[in-house]
């Protein structure tokens, strides 16, 4: 993915937020806030035509909190 640099204002509380949680995890600002950005793009995602949905497998069936926790536990989620 190539990417561009660009300059945002951001708060300053935020902005020390994000230095503590790099810090913390061992991660640069950087990344986090290009992780945040990521995030925030999509969750403004608007699929105009019906064939670009994400779609999901299954039956429609409700699952159980028991099949949820195995399909974590297995990895194949």
């Known amino acids: 993915m190539s990417m561009k640099r660009t300059n945002v204002y951001a708060d300053a509380d935020d902005l020390a937020l994000i230095k503590e ?3 913390r995890r061992g991660r ?11 995030l925030a793009a999509l ?3 608007v699929w105009d035509d019906p064939d670009e949905w994400p779609k999901v497998s299954g039956g429609g069936e409700p699952v159980t909190k028991e099949e949820v926790r195995r399909a ?3 990895g194949q989620c």
Do not use: L, M
């Not at 640069?28 to 990521?38: L, T, V």
């Open 43 to 45: 969750s403004y995602r």
């Open 21 to 23: 949680a790099a810090k």
């Open 28 to 38: 640069s600002e950087a990344e986090i806030i290009r992780e945040g950005i990521h």
């Open 72 to 74: 974590v536990a297995d």
